[in-house]
């Protein structure tokens, strides 16, 4: 079955949850907590704030404190910028968990958001600029999931800014407002200035160029290495098949002189190859019996 003959992939697919809440469907595990996740640690940033952003977010200079590349995706800068992320996990997300199941999708979201705040941090180094930016939020894994369902769902339709438009072409304006933010802020860090002028565009950037590896490159790259062994597979059966017969003719051939010039006529070498084949026929024999 191809990827498009799924039902998820059909343009009368649902958004899965089965049961309906209030007129909305109900999330799988994994989209449940991470909301309850995000707005738990957003209350608690209402009260901890600066001590939860002085050791949870990402910043360049302590790149090394790898499990910031976690806890930054659970943390925002205010109400809007958790609702837009929420809303964005919410509906698209459900999609995602569907097709793959909670652990897939839960490893998925949250690797493509490590990896938004690696290319954060990446890019900060390469312009020696925004080194104590603090970065925080679920952009990453949320634009990771945007890009997903472009590839694998394109029947979705969403609403930006009340215009009902394609996953795909949202998915087009998003990243292309990120290439043009991002290209803006290269040449004012060039010029001596912010890399992300308060938005990094780089990790949204970095979290999509997660989403389209991991959705689109890596199967590209199973089906082709599936390929070449299978085709290596079958060449070497071919080949051994093409020996056999060629071992059977020369057999043949021998056994052949022997009725009609006798034994005494066999060269050394012709009596080598029949004592081989009466020994290789032996031990299937062999085997056989043992079975």
């Known amino acids: 079955m191809g990827i498009h003959d799924r039902p998820y992939m059909q343009q009368d697919y649902q958004p899965p949850g089965g049961r309906i809440t209030f007129g909305m469907p109900k999330p799988g595990k994994a989209v449940k907590w991470l909301l309850i996740a995000n707005i738990v640690m957003f209350v608690l940033q209402i009260f901890l704030g600066r001590q939860m952003e002085q050791w949870l977010t990402v910043t360049a200079v302590v790149w090394w404190e790898v499990w910031r590349y976690l806890t ?9 910028h958790l609702l ?23 490893t998925f979201y949250l ?13 900060s180094w390469s312009f020696r600029t925004d080194l ?33 438009m394609s996953i795909r072409m949202a998915a087009a304006l998003f990243l292309g407002i990120a290439i043009i933010n991002v290209l803006i802020g290269i040449r004012s860090a060039l010029a001596g200035g912010p890399l992300s002028g ?16 991991w959705v ?7 089906g082709a290495s599936g390929q070449v062994r299978g085709r290596i597979n079958r060449g070497a059966w071919q080949r051994k098949m093409r020996k056999r017969a060629d071992e059977e003719a ?21 009596k080598k190859i029949l004592r081989e084949a009466t020994e290789r026929q032996r031990r299937q024999e062999s085997e056989l019996y043992r079975l």
Not at 84 to 106: D, S
């Open 216 to 222: 689109y490159v890596i199967p590209k790259l199973r």
């Open 250 to 270: 020369q057999i043949d051939r021998i056994l052949s002189k022997i009725r009609n010039e006798g034994l005494d006529s066999l060269t050394n070498r012709e």
């Open 132 to 164: 104590f930016v603090s970065l925080l939020g679920a952009s990453g894994g949320v634009y990771a999931v945007v890009l997903a369902c472009a590839i694998l769902f394109p029947h979705i339709r969403v609403i930006v800014i009340l215009f009902p």
């Open 198 to 213: 308060g938005i990094s565009h780089v990790a949204h950037l970095g979290g999509a160029a997660a989403a389209a590896v």
């Open 72 to 80: 930054f995706q659970f943390l925002h800068a205010d109400p809007f």
């Open 111 to 123: 690797v493509c958001g490590a990896v938004a705040g690696l290319t954060h941090v990446a890019l």
């Open 84 to 106: 837009f992320n929420m809303l964005g996990l919410y509906f698209l997300g459900m999609y995602l968990e569907r097709a793959w199941g909670t652990r897939r999708f839960l």
